[in-house]
T-cell receptor
Framework: ETGVTQTPRHLVMGMTNKKSLKCEQHLGHNAMYWYKQSAKKPLELMFVYSLEERVENNSVPSRFSPECPNSSHLFLHLHTLQPEDSALYLC????????????FGQGTRLTVV | LAKTTQPISMDSYEGQEVNITCSHNNIATNDYITWYQQFPSQGPRFIIQGYKTKVTNEVASLFIPADRKSSTLSLPRVSLSDTAVYYCLVGARSNDYKLSFGAGTTVTVRA
């Protein structure tokens, strides 16, 4: 248990569906992150929020839409995904930035059919 | 964010010590060096962090030379369960949010 909780753990969705991934932390951290990890590939940093403000957006397709309503919650809204978007999506949080310990959730295994 | 370079893979046997060196030639004064471990289908987990000299905890040791342009993660007496990907990250504790993981070093421990 890392203190970062992701739901759902598994998700299967069609290409025309809309779904959302949720991440929650009550560690008092100010920074939250979304990552994508495809099979046997490195982690790809997607979005970063600091104090509810987006500070990093790494050329992610618009079919992925993040939302950070407060410093404890982070969402990733998904719509019209492609099969190649199937991957493990990980959420993380840290007190401030890179130089502070990051805690990761268990991830959401997403399959797009 | 200082770029890091580390070996792609390393093989070892149970009971041996594993040392992984990470190069970060452009490390800045405010940067800390942090190592993470990742098992398949899980998120990375913090192992150890240091700024200079040597840091030791119950899991590993981190050696940082005076010029801080490299660092070495030392895993004593590895077991099969230490087979994982190990990442070296360098960054500051404030206003530095590009928490990017490279390819890391895949350590395989054999019986």
């Amino acid at each position: 248990e890392t203190g970062v909780t992701q739901t759902p753990r598994h998700l299967v969705m069609g290409m025309t569906n809309k779904k959302s991934l949720k991440c929650e932390q009550h560690l008092g951290h100010n920074a939250m992150y979304w990552y994508k990890q495809s099979a046997k590939k490195p982690l790809e940093l997607m979005f970063v929020y600091s104090l509810e403000e987006r500070v990093e957006n790494n050329s992610v397709p618009s079919r992925f839409s993040p939302e950070c309503p407060n410093s404890s919650h982070l969402f990733l809204h998904l719509h019209t995904l492609q099969p190649e978007d199937s991957a493990l999506y990980l959420c993380a949080s840290s007190l401030t930035g890179v130089g502070t310990e990051a805690f990761f959730g268990q991830g959401t295994r997403l399959t797009v059919v | 964010l200082a770029k890091t370079t580390q070996p792609i893979s390393m093989d070892s046997y149970e009971g041996q010590e594993v040392n992984i060196t990470c190069s970060h030639n452009n490390i800045a004064t405010n940067d800390y060096i942090t190592w993470y471990q990742q098992f398949p289908s899980q998120g990375p987990r913090f192992i150890i962090q240091g700024y200079k000299t040597k840091v030791t905890n119950e899991v590993a040791s981190l050696f940082i030379p005076a010029d801080r342009k490299s660092s070495t993660l030392s895993l004593p007496r590895v077991s099969l369960s230490d087979t994982a990907v190990y990442y070296c990250l360098v960054g500051a504790r404030s206003n530095d949010y590009k928490l990017s993981f490279g390819a890391g070093t895949t350590v395989t421990v054999r019986a």
